[in-house]
């Protein structure tokens, strides 16, 4: 009988009443031996063990779990039992962004995942991630299935443990497949062969990302027919240059440590902020991605669509760098802040294929002039009748 264990299936050891007809001879797991055992099991008696006869392989895997009705029971109302269990999303980079991102889009029942790492995680890692100091060591394409799974048992999971920039047939294949698709990865090449292929088939693509130290971060949702990351890069307000180095080889390989820097160089430049301070960027990231998933479906989130609208967000946590000559968070008045996104809207570039160039930041009401960045070569001035201020060199 053991080798219905080769299904690989986790069979949890409870046990289940059966009300029957009369005696039937069913194959149960004895939890107290670890084996499965053929037993005549009376009517209205429940076996001494978990019934497993004539059930599907999922049924298998997911006996003595809640049942989704259950599991998801605090989410009626926002979004309904089984709306996103055929919703499938690709995260790309399974960080500290794509991690968290990951367990929340479980939370919310989505039924579908594709997720791209070619890493192990570290035990720097473990403070800004959402798995733990038991997951060191592992891949993180295994430790994020389990937190998936941990979270939503009737999710599917399909892992790719390789570098997107290695495998682009793949990353191709799986953003074809997806509904939606999240960016966590560290580097613009890795951006700009996604982005590509978004534009190519069509799909929403949301990219995420920390400045320095995280004293801020910001977010880019790319829509079909709409501005491209290329555009994005193109714009005086995404700075690359203050981009956060979690590690000496995502330095390496976004250009912002050289190969022939010393060690002790290295050590230097990278700078990480705290899990709180990503927090608002993933969960902002993760609200994108349910809005656009739920579209369609009449959920409570649905009226998020009509909020929900820019095409580029930007947080600051701290009056630091590139958010020093933003107002003081008591103070502020009209002035931009910390703690509070700004939306943006951008405009068609003339020289990209498919995107425009330029911007609008909204926050919701008519801003004045500011330095919207402590930086010499971005002016902001009152928007043309838009409601927001104007992003320009």
């Given at each position: 009988m053991k080798d219905l264990k080769a299904l690989g299936e986790i069979v949890h050891k409870q046990s289940y009443e059966r009300e029957t007809g009369g005696t039937m001879m069913d194959l149960v797991f004895n939890p107290e031996t670890g084996e499965f055992e053929q037993q005549n099991v009376a009517a209205g008696e429940p076996p001494s063990g978990m019934v497993v006869t004539e059930m599907t392989k999922e049924g298998f895997a997911n006996a003595g779990h809640p049942s989704r009705a259950e599991l998801y029971s605090r989410s009626a109302g926002l979004i309904e039992n089984g709306a996103l269990a055929n919703k499938r999303?690709?995260?790309?980079?399974?960080?500290?962004?794509?991690?968290?991102?990951?367990?929340?889009?479980?939370?919310?029942?989505?039924?579908?995942?594709?997720?791209?790492?070619?890493?192990?995680?570290?035990?720097?890692?473990?403070?800004?991630?959402?798995?733990s100091l038991k997951d060191v060591g592992r891949y993180k394409t295994d430790a994020v299935e389990e937190l998936i799974l941990g979270k939503n048992p009737y999710a599917h999971v399909d892992k790719f443990c390789l570098n997107v920039m290695d495998d682009p047939a793949a990353t191709e294949r799986e953003i074809d497949r997806a509904d939606i698709v999240l960016v966590a990865t560290d580097n613009n090449a890795s951006r700009f062969l996604i982005n590509d292929l978004l534009v190519k088939h069509r799909k929403v693509g949301i990219y995420g990302r920390a400045n320095t130290r995280a004293e801020g971060?910001?977010?880019?949702?790319?829509?079909?027919?709409?501005?491209?990351?290329?555009?994005?890069?193109?714009?005086?307000?995404?700075?690359?240059?203050?981009?956060?180095?979690?590690s000496q080889?995502?330095?390496?390989?976004?250009?912002?440590?050289?190969?022939?820097?010393?060690?002790?160089?290295?050590?230097?430049?990278?700078?990480?902020?705290?899990?709180?301070?990503?927090?608002?960027?993933?969960?902002?990231?993760?609200?994108?991605?349910?809005?656009?998933?739920?579209?369609?479906?009449?959920?409570?989130?649905?009226?998020?669509?009509?909020?929900?609208?820019?095409?580029?967000?930007?947080?600051?946590?701290?009056?630091?760098?590139?958010?020093r000559n933003w107002a003081s968070f008591d103070k502020a008045g009209t002035l931009?802040?910390?703690?509070?996104?700004?939306?943006?809207?951008?405009?068609?570039?003339?020289?990209?294929?498919?995107?425009?160039?330029?911007?609008?930041?909204?926050?919701?009401?008519?801003?004045?002039?500011?330095?919207?960045?402590?930086?010499?070569?971005?002016?902001?001035?009152?928007?043309?009748?838009?409601?927001?201020?104007?992003?320009?060199?």
């Open positions: 999303a690709f995260i790309i980079g399974l960080g500290s962004f794509g991690g968290t991102i990951a367990e929340e889009l479980a939370k919310a029942a989505v039924g579908e995942f594709a997720i791209m790492d070619f890493d192990r995680l570290e035990t720097h890692n473990v403070v800004r991630h959402a798995c971060g910001d977010v880019f949702v790319q829509r079909p027919d709409g501005p491209c990351y290329t555009c994005l890069v193109g714009m005086s307000a995404f700075d690359q240059v203050a981009e956060e180095v979690s080889e995502a330095g390496l390989r976004s250009g912002h440590i050289a190969a022939y820097t010393a060690p002790e160089d290295a050590a230097a430049i990278i700078q990480i902020g705290l899990a709180s301070d990503i927090a608002p960027i993933t969960n902002l990231m993760v609200k994108l991605a349910l809005v656009e998933l739920a579209r369609g479906t009449n959920s409570g989130i649905s009226g998020l669509e009509g909020e929900l609208v820019y095409d580029y967000w930007m947080w600051a946590n701290r009056r630091e760098r590139r958010f931009p802040t910390i703690l509070r996104w700004y939306g943006a809207r951008i405009r068609k570039k003339p020289d990209c294929a498919l995107c425009g160039r330029g911007g609008a930041l909204d926050s919701g009401e008519p801003l004045p002039r500011f330095d919207f960045q402590g930086m010499a070569d971005v002016d902001l001035a009152l928007d043309d009748g838009e409601g927001g201020i104007s992003v320009g060199e």
